[in-house]
């Protein structure tokens, strides 16, 4: 069965930048036909997906973060990771990996986000 | 970008009954590209319905989507107790992917 475990500080300072990683047992990032994505809900608020990095390494970021986002893979740890830059207390958030295919298919628990100083 | 408008904001219940929960698109989603997921507090969204229709694995079949163009439903029968939640339609058509705001499902 598919995991996913996101991993990271809690806790970042604004105009920092935030780093997580995402850890990826029982199945292969290099298999096709998926994409490997972050997606953030604010404490109370809806989803905002930030982007994804395919099975062969492309990568799509949404336009609204595009300029702060880099998401990368390492295919020989499984892992994916995420780094947003130049955060601010809008960037708070609980930030999920998950695998995408049709639709959202498997997601990580979470973990949540604070930009503070 | 595709914005999507979930409507009612909250849906009031009782076990048992019937939810239609509805999710509609500024612009037609092509190939039905459109999924709905469950949250409940604390935890991750849970994959429901894929392509507008198919229920992901696992998903009893008293949850059903419909539609197509810019109109979809999400229908649950027979509301059971740990189908109070969260519900957020999503579209995949077109980047970049967008969620609706969520509809609460909540006892009455």
């Known amino acids: 069965q598919l995991q996913l475990q996101e991993s990271g500080p809690g806790l970042v300072k604004p105009s920092e930048t935030l780093s997580l990683t995402c850890t990826v047992s029982g199945g292969s990032i290099s298999r096709s036909n998926y994409h490997w994505g972050w997606i953030r809900q604010p404490p109370g608020n809806g989803l905002e997906c930030i982007g994804s990095?395919?099975?062969?390494?492309?990568?799509y970021y949404n336009p609204s973060l595009e300029s702060r986002v880099t998401i990368s893979r390492d295919t020989s740890k499984n892992q994916f990771s995420l780094k947003l830059s130049f955060v601010t207390a809008a960037d708070t958030a609980v930030y999920y990996c998950a695998r995408v295919g049709a639709g959202v298919v498997d997601w990580g628990q979470g973990t949540l986000v604070t930009v503070s100083s | 970008e595709i914005v999507l408008t979930q409507s009612p904001g909250t849906l009031s219940l009782s076990p048992g009954e019937r939810a239609t929960l509805s999710c509609r698109a500024s612009?037609?989603?092509?190939?039905?590209?459109l999924a709905w997921y469950q949250q409940k507090p604390g935890q991750a969204p849970r994959l429901l319905i894929y392509?507008?229709?198919s229920r992901a694995t696992g998903i009893p079949d008293r949850f059903s989507g419909s539609g197509s163009g810019t109109d979809f439903t999400l229908a649950i029968n027979r509301l059971e107790p740990e189908d109070f939640a969260v519900y957020y339609c999503q579209q995949y058509s077109s980047s970049p992917w967008t969620f609706g705001q969520g509809t609460r499902v909540e006892i009455k």
């Open positions: 990095v395919s099975y062969s390494g492309s990568t």
């Open positions: 612009q037609s989603i092509t190939n039905s590209q």
């Open positions: 392509g507008a229709s």
